[in-house]
Each structure stands twice: as C-alpha cells, then as structure tokens.
C-alpha cells in the first residue's frame, strides 16, 4: 500500500477523537509554520516526520510505515496531555498523604497510559524507549507507578 497524506490525516484524526480535548491540529500540521512543532509531507510513499520552525529543523525522521508516522504523531500530543493529567491527578490528591513518586515519572506513566489507551503496542514500546530517551528515569518505576495508576 502507498501512503498518502489523507491516509495520516484520517490516522491522526482517529488519534485525536479518542484523546479527550483534542484536536487533531494539535497532534501534528502538514506542512511548516513559523511556531516549533511537527509536520508531516508524504512523497511518493514516504512520511516525512519534521519538527522544525520557519527553516531550522530540530529533527527529521522518514518511514514507509503507516503506523510508525501514527506512533511519532501519537507520542508528540500525549507528551503535553501526561503533563496535564499529572497535575490534575495531583490537585485531586488527599491532603497529608504520602508524597509520591516524582512528578517526570508519574508524566511518563500517564503518557505510557495514553499511548496504552490508542494502542497496546504504542504503550509497550513507548516504555521500552524510555532509558534512551529519558536517561535517569527508571522504566521500571514508571511501570510501577502505572500498575498504582488509578482507573480512568
């Protein structure tokens, strides 16, 4: 199958209507804006994963993969959204209670969560990633705290 553009669109659209308050223009754009944020381009088949702002780009990943551009996209807009979640989870926390684990991993394991919710393959790999891409941050004391989270 040749990926198109409104085959992304259609995918991160999906993504979007199972994420509560959002849009899908704020997974990813497709195409370069003056504000930093991901765009996509396909051409002739291929996905073109770029954040960049007017003409820096931060970064730039290709694919033939369908899914892996859904992933990247899928993985961008739950970053922001844990961060959310986490701080609301914290307001509705009993005063004088035990302080938990640390706010980055209790963030991770909400956006482990999300990517769970929008596919269990998402969930595990994001977790997997976790030591490269988060040095510090234990994998397993985000799975920990994400066996703790409390059911949506």
């Known amino acids: 199958m040749t990926i198109t553009v409104e085959d992304v669109r259609a995918g991160v659209e999906r993504i ?10 704020d997974l990813v754009g497709f195409a370069a804006s003056y504000e930093l944020r991901p765009y996509i381009e396909v051409h002739d088949g291929v996905v073109h994963w770029i954040l960049g702002e007017r ?8 694919t033939r993969d369908l899914d892996e551009a859904l992933y990247w996209a899928a993985r961008e807009a739950t970053g922001p ?15 004088g209670s035990e302080p938990g684990p640390p706010a980055r ?8 969560a999300l990517l769970r919710g929008l596919d269990p393959a998402w969930g595990r790999r994001f977790l997997t990633e976790l ?3 988060h ?4 994998a397993a004391e985000v799975a ?5 989270r409390p059911a949506d």
């Open 16 to 25: 979007a209507a199972r994420l509560d308050g959002v849009e899908w223009r």
């Open 105 to 112: 991993v209790v963030a991770l394991a909400e956006q482990t």
């Open 55 to 62: 003409s820096d780009v931060l970064d730039r990943r290709t």
């Open 131 to 133: 030591p490269a891409e």
């Open 135 to 138: 040095p510090g941050v234990p």
């Open 81 to 95: 959204l844990s961060w959310r979640r986490r701080a609301a989870r914290q307001r509705l926390g009993t005063p």
């Open 144 to 148: 920990a705290c994400l066996a703790d």
